[in-house]
């Protein structure tokens, strides 16, 4: 490969994607094993986190209300350090209630999720998890029925293995699945409990929205899993599961941010429904800019669109965030980024071609230093698919042959190949 030397572009540069985009990113954001498990997961945590809003008078003080809603904003605005401090002040406050462990552990969460490559965090979050689940058996020894100690054990125990959808190896994904399997069915069951004493509840509508929409699609989307399901857990409904997911998100106290970004996925990548994926995009993005997550599914639903103008602001935004070593803003953000800066110079009409190289160039480098075992993915083959696009866009045909054959090379992914092919017998034209 040619070694593609620009000056890089200011950041307050100006900066589309064809529709066949949304095949890629709808696959990219289904890589996560049994989404349905993690939701069902999800769906106990935020209802032990949800249901404090209506019975906090049982749960916890108003204090300690006031300092759990604050430090769920600093979580999901990636500002951990702070929420630290403030469920640290809580676990001081109130040693022997398990709300401070809990949410102390997910600050832990937070982080591992964000850092994929570092895992040190792991064993903190299980930790933090066991003292909460340990606070709250407390709590269920004097009392079998104590609220506070049913939510919180509940939700730790959603949380327990959440962890492990981000660290599924195929060496230990049959272990791993049983683990979160197991998991899902204890925390449907508290589930099942928390909405008899609170039923009339946006928050647990949450919950139960995520419960009924999730054991119907995951069905649908993996048959094999069908029989497995089916025996674990009772029936769902899917429209009746996105219609209090909607409500949820709209009316939820503490579960408002987990629904709409729930919201986010299911439009997205199930129902197919990008215009209303990328409205809930922007509202995340926009309350939390500090978050990577929002910002990255932001930044690939305008792509989805055909934003061209709108995804490479994004992404240069996410760009110099890299470079100020933000916290959980790595390599793998970079050259994100750089990837799809460098596809919107040639998409947009008047890109320059050059920029395009420079940016699509440092984005496949990054790509094979994250990819050491040289078992590359889609960003190889496509970075180098669309160097060979911005070569014949400036008229450079043997370097863009040169990245052409080098396609056929690589890993096919979402027909790379065939149109390497055919721009190995005619030439790209924008």
Known sequence: MHLHQSNELNLSETFGASRAYKKLM?????????????????????????????????????????????????????EFTDAEKIFDSVIVENPEHPAGYF?????????????????????????????????????????PKDIAGLFYKGGSIGMRARIYEYRLSSADAFDIIRLILGDAKQGVDYLNQLEDIIPDNSDVLFGRGVYNYYV???????????????????????????????????????????????LLHVY?????????????????????????????YFGFAAVTENYVLQYDSIYRVMLARCKEHRDSYTIRQAREAMYFIGLSQIKRSGGNMDTALYYLYNSNLLSRTIER???????????????????????????AMEMYRRVLALPDYNGAWAEATRYLASPYKR
Request: aromatic fraction near 12%; charged fraction near 25%.
């Open 26 to 78: 709808t696959t990219i954001f289904r890589t996560r094993i049994l989404r349905f498990v993690p939701a069902l997961l999800l769906a106990a945590v935020m209802l032990s986190v949800g249901t404090t809003a209506r019975a906090q008078w049982i749960l916890q003080s108003g204090d300690m209300d006031k300092k759990v809603r604050r430090g769920l904003e600093l979580i999901y605005n990636m």
């Open 103 to 143: 949410y102390r552990a997910s600050v832990m969460f937070w982080r591992a999720i964000t850092n994929p490559d570092n895992t040190r965090y792991d064993e903190d979050y299980k930790v933090w998890l066991q003292k909460a689940i340990d606070k709250a058996d407390a709590l269920l020894e004097k009392n």
């Open 216 to 262: 119907e699609a995951e069905k649908e989307q993996n048959p094999t899993l069908s029989g497995v399901i089916g025996t674990m857990f009772p029936t769902g409904n899917k429209a009746a599961g996105l219609l209090m997911l909607e409500m949820a998100a709209k009316n939820a106290v503490y579960a408002k941010t987990e629904a709409q970004f729930e």
């Open 268 to 296: 997205y990548a199930l129902e197919k429904n990008y215009q209303k994926a990328y409205s809930l995009a922007a509202q995340l993005a926009a309350r939390y800019p500090n978050n990577v997550q929002f910002l990255h």
């Open 373 to 399: 075992d040289d078992k590359f993915d889609w960003w190889v083959t496509n970075s180098e698919l669309y160097m060979g696009e911005a070569y014949d866009a400036r008229g450079s045909r043997k370097e």
